[in-house]
């Protein structure tokens, strides 16, 4: 069974973890893993330099998390973490205090900045990264070109790292530009990946800079379109408000309410042009379900939290049921 995975940074990760635990558990390789083949393409419009390292931010946090060392309750991050090196930049001035580097995590960006000045490209220093890890799938930037996001505000234009860590995404965005989308292309292995899935999944994260942003490298939007697997989404939205993070305020900023319903419709239906086939939404929001099912939609209600390892298996189990490819 092939998987491929579009995937923004915590929610898709912690997805992800959940996603491996079912396939481990149906599909058994007998060595404590699982037959299954799981691709995860991870957004890489977050990226940024900072102190002169690269920092891949989605990229990181699914590496530690399905590798075993994220840090829980942040989300994001390594466990044990500690920012001496961080205090003593500030205590120089050079800016960016906003965004701290922790210890152990700035070992991983010096080794990817090192690598990448080395003449690697990204997709091939992320492998390296990964060796390290085990996070048990084949993780892949979007492109090895580098994007970033920009978000323009009345104030002036940030970094999207900068709107949304230090501003708390509460400065009002009038618009968000990928610096660098245009002229990218996927990196290898990822139309493949899309290509010869079984079942694509586009698991809770950021619609409008997450996904939306995959989906704007060239090509690979017509690779989801074109891929004879079906394609499901689980909503990052539930009860009118984001699981995580500050996703309302990036969808108000493009005009699309908070809702279950109008994430899916923001994303489309294969069938009329749009890149999904189903979508799964929260019990809370099953409503939703019958509206969707009468325009065209495989759509389904089940409990969406991703409380635990266990609960986000079950979660992913209902996602696949509800394209029939179950494990």
């Known amino acids: 069974m092939r998987v491929t995975v579009l995937s923004g940074?915590?929610?898709?990760?912690?997805f992800t973890r959940g996603l491996?635990?079912?396939?481990?558990?149906?599909?058994?390789?007998?060595?404590?893993g699982t037959t299954a083949q799981v691709t995860v393409v991870a957004n890489t419009g977050d990226d940024m330099w900072l102190h002169g390292v690269r920092v891949c931010p989605d990229l990181d946090t699914l590496?530690?998390?399905l590798g075993g060392s994220v840090h829980e309750q942040q989300?994001?991050?390594?466990?044990?973490?500690?920012?001496?090196?961080?205090?003593?930049?500030?205590?120089?001035?050079?800016g960016g205090e906003w965004f701290t580097l922790g210890d152990l995590d700035l070992a991983t960006h010096l080794a990817r900045t090192a690598l990448l000045?080395?003449?690697l490209p990204l997709s091939e220093v992320t492998q390296r990264l990964c060796a390290r890890w085990s996070p048990g799938v084949r993780l892949l930037p979007m492109s090895?070109?580098?994007?970033?996001?920009?978000?323009v505000t009345d104030g002036g234009t940030l970094h999207f790292e900068e709107w949304w860590v230090r501003h708390r995404a509460a400065v009002p965005a009038r618009a968000f530009v990928q610096v660098g989308v245009a002229d990218a292309a996927p990196a290898p292995g990822v139309l493949e990946a899309l290509a010869s899935a079984d079942v694509v999944v586009v698991p809770p994260s950021n619609p409008v800079v997450s996904v939306g942003t995959i989906l704007g490298v060239p090509g690979i939007r017509e690779a989801v379109r074109a891929t004879p697997a079906p394609v499901v989404g689980v909503s990052p939205v539930i009860a009118g408000a984001p699981v995580r993070g500050m996703a309302d305020a990036c969808l108000t900023a493009i005009g699309v309410a908070t809702d279950a319903a109008a994430v899916a419709r923001h994303l489309g239906l294969r069938a009329d042009g749009g890149v999904l086939d189903a979508w799964l939404v929260d019990d809370a929001d099953a409503h939703a379900v019958a509206p969707l099912r009468a325009a065209g939609w495989r759509?389904?209600?089940?409990?969406?939290?991703?409380?635990?390892?266990?609960?986000?298996?079950?979660?992913?189990?209902?996602?696949l049921d509800l394209v029939g490819v179950a494990p």
């Open 9 to 14: 940074g915590v929610g898709g990760a912690r």
């Open 20 to 32: 491996l635990a079912l396939l481990r558990e149906r599909l058994p390789d007998g060595s404590g």
């Open 63 to 65: 590496m530690y998390t």
């Open 75 to 94: 989300g994001w991050g390594r466990r044990d973490e500690s920012t001496r090196v961080a205090d003593d930049l500030a205590a120089y001035g050079l």
């Open 117 to 119: 000045r080395s003449g």
């Open 144 to 151: 090895d070109d580098e994007v970033e996001t920009h978000v």
């Open 299 to 319: 759509a389904a209600a089940a409990p969406t939290l991703m409380t635990d390892v266990a609960a986000t298996a079950r979660m992913a189990a209902a996602a």
